[in-house]
């Protein structure tokens, strides 16, 4: 399988990822935020147990050091984490890179890194989140593609199943979901019509 996978859905708690997990879904980003390090490491090593014997990959959000401590083995970071984090630590110990990006500059530091994939969003309008970046749209991404080449892109923010289709077409590898899933009535079934859509990909 691809890493990321095209579904990729980003959760905030270890009962996502289990669920998540049961479902057969790939890749899951955990993304919690304002944790100490005592509460960000326990909860790196409950996910951890949630996917342990499962294909199903856990990416760790921001807390790189529980990562490493914890034997993770994929990293998301934001621009401002990657900033601060130590990325000599990250790579010996053997953790892949993902990495957050919203306009040139932020794309040009990322690929200083030399990241496994680079996140382009928010693609769509979301509440989710306070953005400082206006929604980038469907041609962003194709744009994104050409100047990243071979590394995986993953678009994000406000996308649903029904702009799967568009979103893939215009050169993202990945799509990362998080209210299509975790807002929706029914996840269960919604998390299903991602894997149906996607396996026709692969």
Not at 8 to 15: C, G, I, M
Not at 52 to 66: E, F, I, K, M, Q
Not at 114 to 125: E, H, K, Q, R, S
């Amino acid at each position: 399988m691809p890493y990321p996978d095209p579904f990729y859905p980003v959760v905030d708690s270890v009962a996502w990822v289990a669920r998540l997990t049961k479902l057969g879904v790939g890749t899951i980003q955990l993304r919690a935020k304002d944790l100490d390090d005592a509460k960000a490491k326990a909860l790196v090593t409950e996910a951890l147990a949630a996917t342990s014997g499962t294909p199903t990959r856990l990416v760790v959000n921001d807390y790189w050091r529980a990562a490493i401590d914890c034997g993770a083995q994929h990293l998301h970071l934001g621009q401002e984490d990657l900033q601060t984090a130590d990325i000599g630590a990250i790579r010996r110990a053997g953790l892949t890179l993902g990495v957050s990006t919203h306009d040139e500059d932020e794309l040009a530091n990322a690929l200083k890194h030399d990241p496994d994939y680079v996140a382009l969003g928010p693609i769509f309008f979301t509440t989710l989140k306070a953005m400082r970046f206006k929604p980038q749209g469907v041609e962003r991404i194709t744009v994104w593609k050409k100047a990243v080449g071979d590394i995986p892109l993953v678009a994000i923010g406000g996308i649903k199943l029904e702009h799967a289709p568009e979103i893939f077409a215009a050169g993202a590898d990945s799509i990362a979901v998080v209210s299509d899933i975790t807002m929706n009535a029914d996840p269960d079934a919604r998390t299903r019509a991602w894997l149906g859509q996607y396996a026709e990909m692969v």
